[in-house]
């Protein structure tokens, strides 16, 4: 009772934002409502707050509190985290703490990098979050680090390299901190590298283990790699995974093989395009699954993989949830690796299902002929059904809310030739796209918000934009979704019907995750804005020439 006593007393007089976070308080973190403590809002990924002080009438009354200068005109994807009343963000070159219901700086730590690592990224100078635990703030860079933080100060604590950027690594993820390791994954696909997982130490950064997404000869896997390809076999892991903490399980997306043109490397390329179930202590694979083997069409599987509790044959089933760049909504026993359901939640062509007993698609002519060099076209694009960004799923609801794309492409692969550092992709990247039209030929909507049920891929209702949403997605138990457009608009979604209930101007492009977290008896939301990802830098959409970049957090409550 007096060390009980004690520690009370010493917790009173930190300064807010500097009280350790446990192991405890992380897996608990989707049920906080006070703080911010997971990327995604919880271990699971779901993205969902069970607050309800913005709800369906009062979100109309939501206006902006305060607004952050990021300093920065790059795209800005990062995910905010809050605890005691500091809101901790990152953008590709700079960590910030922020008092978060004014808006004051607390503190700014800066990233300083070689001339040369901005040429080195694939599709974006970004950065997508940080990781909270035991004090300290850890994050990734672009030239491949690991760094933890003190979240009282910002003084750099450790740091560690994880390989040499200058042959096409680099680090955009968020950190996971599951059962006390700091995991990381890592880009590079598309420039001919071998990538992997690793875990570190959280108090002294020591590396612990590193799992490869793509196996050398010997190792289970490495019989779906001809010769040598295996050494340029990419395999990125590029958004942070979940977990399940009674199972001890983390969850990884893994991302394309490399090069596209699948005929350089015939097999099914294990582990690319898959997800990765994993031993957080030792890296270890429990199980995989496979959602496109020997993928022509750079359908990453890196996006995030949701777990829920749902009925499956009305039987309770704890699950694992993707809507996959492939075009197909996946559900699978999160316990075995099991698929239990494989449904498009977008046009595909490229395949007529997924075989429920082998998991594997179901080909059409379509990839039988890109893997053959024939020229192709193709639904979804290679930017996917979804891109990065996060979906959301309410679990009360039992739907899925996702930012889906909605455009193909002519697709043809090339001959592939790797050097160290140069792209190594084997298509032609400058066939463009297929953009869609009405039935009277004008342009039609290049993206939807739609609300998804599992287990069948349908719509229940859907939102069109001329350009698609590139930002993540928020649901509320206030029946509230939120999300954001590339022109700049902030919106608030009806639950269950789709309306539009609230917009709001930020100024660029809204990439950002939102959150919703209560401080004194107000529940906040906010987001991160600035453009300048993917479809911004590869889909010539010229109505993007009038959206200013410039990144900023902004952050908004419901007036009284």
């Known amino acids: 009772m007096k060390r009980l006593l004690i520690a009370a007393v010493v917790a009173a007089f930190l300064p807010a934002g500097a009280q350790a976070q446990t192991a405890q308080d992380l897996a608990k973190g989707a049920g906080d409502t006070k703080n911010v403590l997971n990327y995604g809002m919880g271990y699971n990924l779901q993205r969902y707050s069970p607050l309800t002080q913005i709800n369906k009438e009062t979100v109309k009354r939501l206006e902006p509190v305060w607004n952050y200068s990021y300093d920065d005109n790059r795209s800005e994807e990062s995910q905010p985290l809050v605890y005691n009343g500091v809101l901790y ?245 999160r316990t075995t690796g099991k698929l239990l359901a494989a449904n498009n939640y977008v046009k595909v062509n490229w395949a007529k299902g997924i075989d429920l007993k082998t998991g594997r698609p179901i080909d059409t002519d379509v990839i039988v002929k890109a893997r053959a060099g024939e020229k192709v076209e193709l639904w979804p694009s290679i930017l996917g059904g979804k891109n990065w960004e996060p979906i959301a799923f309410d679990p009360h609801r039992g739907v899925a809310y996702a930012n889906t794309l909605n455009f193909g492409m002519p697709y043809k692969a090339i001959p592939a030739e790797y050097k160290a550092g140069d792209w190594y992709v084997g298509m032609d990247l400058t066939q463009g796209w297929i953009w869609p039209k009405t039935a009277d030929g004008k342009d039609g909507p290049r993206g939807y918000l739609k609300a998804i049920d599992p287990m069948t891929g349908k719509a229940k209702w859907e939102a069109p934009s001329d350009m698609p949403r590139f930002s993540g997605v928020l649901a509320t138990a206030g029946g509230v979704v939120f999300s954001g457009q590339l022109t700049g608009e902030f919106e608030a979604f009806d639950a269950d019907t789709g309306h539009k209930l609230w917009h709001f101007q930020t100024g660029s492009g809204v990439e950002g995750q939102p959150v919703t977290w209560e401080q004194d008896g107000v529940q906040y939301v906010a987001v991160s804005t600035g453009i300048g990802g993917v479809y911004s830098l590869f889909s010539g959409d010229e109505r993007l020439k009038g959206i200013p970049a410039g990144g900023s957090l902004w952050v908004f409550a419901v007036r009284k």
């Open 89 to 333: 963000v990152t953008t590709n070159s700079a960590t910030m703490a922020v008092d978060a219901k004014t808006g004051h700086q607390l503190w700014k730590t800066k990233v300083d990098y070689p001339p040369e690592t901005p040429r080195i990224v694939c599709c974006g100078i970004i950065n997508r979050g940080a990781a909270l635990y035991d004090g300290k703030v850890f994050r990734t860079t672009l030239d491949a680090n690991v760094v933890a933080l003190d979240a009282k100060t910002g003084k750099e604590v450790w740091k560690q390299n994880a390989i040499d950027f200058k042959t096409g690594y680099s680090m955009t993820v968020a950190p996971l901190v599951a059962d006390g390791v700091v995991i990381t994954g890592i880009s590079g696909a598309e420039f001919g590298t071998r990538l992997f997982i690793d875990g570190w130490d959280a108090a002294t950064g020591k590396h612990l283990w590193r799992t490869y997404t793509v196996p050398a000869p010997g190792e289970a896997g490495s019989d779906t790699w001809p010769g040598d390809t295996w050494q340029h076999g990419g395999g990125s892991t590029w958004i942070t995974g979940s977990f399940d903490p009674e199972l001890h399980t983390v969850y990884w997306g893994i991302g394309n093989p490399g090069p596209f043109n699948a005929a350089v490397r015939k097999g099914d390329n294990l582990y690319t395009d898959s997800v990765l179930a994993l031993d957080p202590k030792t890296g270890k694979v429990k199980w995989h699954f496979q959602f496109s083997p020997n993928d022509p069409f750079d359908y990453d599987s890196v996006a995030e993989m949701v777990l829920a509790d749902i009925k499956v044959n009305g039987k309770p089933t704890k699950v694992v949830m993707d809507a996959n760049r492939n075009g197909f909504f996946y559900v699978i026993d």
